[in-house]
């Protein structure tokens, strides 16, 4: 099984004191099954960004002790700075990485809030994908006004916390949520003069019209003019586009880029996908990078995840009930969605395909969703399997503990068939994004994306024999009805694709 890794980046309101930072620091690192990553801090902003993963347990406890440890030691009645911030422990976002979904976050997000609340009473609100409102989905809204605007209208319906006092201590409110992994970025201009900094900040947010997925604000730091962003979807937005994107509008003012920065981590796949842009590596495949290669393969250290293509074929092959064939299943669709993923992703860029650019773009973020959720189940399949078994294990002395086992074993085994059916909805889904491929992608692929749809047909094939075989234990069938008359809509929605992919591989493939 895959162990769970979650990330945290909690942005603190101190930098000029690094004693600070350091009892902070050592307040995470208390916790055992937790590694802290990376440390950064900006005097001008008088900021902080600490970053760590670990266990999902093990993650939340030390974002407490943090958060905790902060509130003893920072003012915000005496805190000044560049960066917009309403706490001494500003925001704490949860980030999934491996065998984590945006659920397990979203879940962590809402109880460290309600402890945050109760135990320091430090008022909590709940932002991008933890939140309670539509409109605190974005933390701007949330953080208007800063400290001081909020302390005059907390006690306002519309600004109430989700946890917590309606009063400010002078820890101020934090901010905790979950998210995808965002890319805190800086560009420094070739100038002093901050009013181009602002200007290319709001051309190029995504709030005030510029790129999607761009948060930006424009500062003076250090004596140069700073545009200060957030990149929240790397994959939608590559970062190349923003610094082209910034580098065009500098030079209307007559500036240029002086350099740029990180604060805290980036994924590696954003600098790859940059790399490949700047040098119009137009052929390029992840397999090409050397550590990539030394350290996927079989034979390297840690290679064990039901992830890991070889290390799943030997799990399948063994004598072991599970993993079995709704992970089989899971694994043919995260394949199917992969070879959507690498059509779409070679298409792009290229001349004779540029009225396809923005929907094989939106392809390729939509397939790589789908593979990293096909591959989720690969184990969610194996782990509701053990699960089931479980259940039949439990005592059956009394009527009572009958009661309670058939009971148990009733809801183990509809969700051991929610499992498939979900993996047969992505299977669709991939197939649908194939024949787009087909269709519009680059032609030398085609047998690529009709590869990627077979894939995904074998995929629901398996998932709903999955489905079918669990539903048919039950007890009572009419609690897996509504199971089998999605899966019966889904398989003739894949019948009338088979028959548009045939027809699209004989008229634009020959065959």
């Not at 800086?186 to 901050?194: A, E, G, H």
């Not at 730091?221 to 970062?239: D, H, K």
Request: charged share 25%; aromatic share 4%; proline share 4%.
């Amino acid at each position: 099984m895959t162990t769970q890794l979650i990330e945290c980046i909690p942005n603190f309101s101190e930098a000029r004191r690094p004693e600070v930072i350091d009892r902070i620091a050592a307040a995470i690192q208390s916790v055992s099954d937790v590694k802290l990553l990376d440390r950064s801090s900006d005097l001008d902003h008088n900021r902080t960004v600490l970053t760590f993963a670990g266990s999902p347990a093990g993650v939340e406890e030390a974002a407490f002790l943090a958060i905790q440890t902060a509130a003893e030691l920072i003012d915000l009645d005496t805190h000044t700075g560049e960066h917009p911030r309403i706490g001494a422990t500003d925001v704490v976002p949860f980030v999934p990485l491996q065998g984590a979904s945006m659920d397990d976050c979203i879940a962590i997000a809402k109880r460290l809030g309600e402890r945050v609340g109760n135990e320091l009473n430090i008022p909590v609100y709940l932002y991008e994908a933890a939140a309670t409102k539509p409109e605190r989905t974005n933390l701007e809204n949330i953080r208007r006004g800063q400290y001081e605007g909020l302390k005059a209208e907390i006690k306002k319906p519309e600004r109430q916390p989700d946890y917590g006092p309606s009063q400010l201590p002078k820890a101020g409110a934090t901010v905790i949520g979950a998210r995808a992994p965002l890319i805190a970025f800086n560009v420094y201009l070739t100038s002093d003069d901050v009013s181009i900094a602002k200007k290319i900040a709001k051309a190029v947010r995504q709030s005030s019209g510029g790129l999607r997925y761009v948060k930006g604000l424009g500062l003076l730091v250090e004596g140069r003019a700073q545009v200060s962003m957030n990149l929240t979807n790397f994959r939608e937005t590559p970062i190349a586009r923003v610094v082209e994107f910034i580098r065009r509008e500098a030079e209307r003012y007559g500036v240029n880029i002086h350099h740029s920065e990180l604060v805290g981590l980036i994924p590696q796949e954003a600098l790859v996908d940059a790399a490949v842009w700047y040098t119009q590596l137009d052929a390029f495949s992840p397999e090409q990078i050397l550590e990539s290669r030394l350290f996927s393969s079989p034979t390297a250290a840690g290679s064990d995840s039901a992830g890991s293509g070889s290390s799943f074929i030997e799990q399948l092959a063994a004598p072991t009930p599970a993993p079995g064939g709704g992970s089989a299943a899971a694994y043919s669709g995260a394949m199917g969605a992969a070879l959507v993923a690498m059509v779409a992703g070679v298409t792009l860029g290229k001349k004779k395909y540029a009225d396809v650019e923005a929907e094989m773009q939106a392809i390729r973020v939509v397939a790589e969703n789908l593979r990293m959720e096909l591959t989720q189940a690969v184990d969610d399949d194996a782990a509701s399997f053990e699960v089931l078994m479980a259940k039949f294990k439990l005592p059956k002395d009394t009527e009572e503990q009958k009661s309670a086992r058939e009971a148990a074993i009733t809801q183990a085994t509809l969700n051991a068939a929610h499992i498939p059916l979900h993996v047969a909805e992505g299977a669709v889904k991939v197939m649908e994004l194939a024949l787009k491929c087909a269709r519009h992608g680059l032609l030398s692929a085609i047998s690529d994306a009709a590869s990627g749809f077979a894939m995904a047909r074998a995929s629901l094939t398996a998932a709903a024999y999955n489905v079918r075989i669990n539903v048919n234990s039950l007890g009572d069938k009419s609690l897996g009805e509504r199971m089998l008359s999605e899966l019966a809509d889904l398989e003739s929605a894949a019948d009338k694709l088979e028959g548009e992919m045939q027809a699209v591989m004989k008229e634009r493939g020959g065959i």
